[in-house]
Nanobody, 126 residues
Framework: QVSLVESGGGLVQAGGSLRLSCAAS????????MGWFRQAPGKEREFVGA????????NYSDSVKGRFTISKDNGKNTAYLQMNSLKPEDTAVYYC???????????????????WGLGTQVTVSS
């Protein structure tokens, strides 16, 4: 069992920045990949980015590439999503998730992930 808690969401103007954190606890002695996903009202959940256990493979969706950066601190069991140049279309609930079965892959499919946080709201005003 792994528990995840996201933090750092909020309201920001377009062009601004936010940094989300995802703290993992529980069976974190196993290596794991971590992904970020988001879901806007009335839309399906979409992949944002992911980082593998070693931190040497990172994938981003085309919609955030060049603006968002994922990093992780294995010692703190925490991953981060630095979001710059935010746009109103980035407004969504952001979720982090861990993949214990494929820790060396930064998977882009939500079904690959085993545990999910409750999410944190990000609202970007125009």
């Amino acid at each position: 069992q792994v528990s995840l808690v996201e933090s750092g969401g909020g309201l920001v103007q377009a062009g601004g920045s936010l940094r989300l954190s995802c703290a993992a606890s529980g069976r974190t002695y196993r290596p794991y990949a971590m992904g970020w996903f988001r879901q806007a009202p009335g839309k399906e959940r979409e992949f944002v980015g992911a980082i593998n256990a070693r931190g040497n493979t990172i994938n981003y969706s085309d919609s955030v590439k060049g603006r968002f950066t994922i990093s992780k601190d294995n010692g703190k069991n925490t991953a981060y999503l630095q979001m710059n140049s935010l746009k109103p279309e980035d407004t969504a609930v952001y979720y982090c998730a861990v993949d214990l079965d494929r820790p060396w892959v930064a998977g882009i499919a939500g079904n690959d992930y085993d545990y999910w946080g409750l999410g944190t709201q990000v609202t970007v005003s125009s």
